[in-house]
Nanobody, 114 residues
Framework: QVQLVESGGGLVQAGGSLRLSCVASGSIVRINAMGWYRQAPGKQRELVARISSGGNTNYADAVKGRFTISRDSVATVYLQMNSLTPEDTAVYYC?????????WGKGTLVTVSS
């Protein structure tokens, strides 16, 4: 079992920045990748960014050049979000993949005012 706890969400003005954090605990050995997804009301959950244990990263087209995913360890991941727009408003979820199983945090709300 892996537990994920996100923090750092909040209300920010358009053009501003936020830094999200996610800490994994429990059975964290051999986590293959961690990432961030987001879900706006009435929309499907979508990938924002992910990073493997080896440091390989992927980003959604909508956030390339503005968001950066990084890690302090295989069990701690961050999402630096710059130049935020109202379209970035969503609940952001941390996830982790281990041995084919997917774990989710409960989410942190990011609201970007126009």
């Amino acid at each position: 079992q892996v537990q994920l706890v996100e923090s750092g969400g909040g209300l920010v003005q358009a053009g501003g920045s936020l830094r999200l954090s996610c800490v994994a605990s429990g059975s964290i050995v051999r986590i293959n990748a961690m990432g961030w997804y987001r879900q706006a009301p009435g929309k499907q959950r979508e990938l924002v960014a992910r990073i493997s244990s080896g440091g390989n990263t992927n980003y959604a087209d909508a956030v390339k050049g503005r968001f950066t995913i990084s890690r302090d360890s295989v069990a701690t991941v961050y999402l630096q979000m710059n130049s935020l727009t109202p379209e970035d408003t969503a609940v952001y979820y941390c996830n982790a993949i281990k041995s084919g199983s997917i774990y989710w945090g409960k989410g942190t709300l990011v609201t970007v005012s126009s």
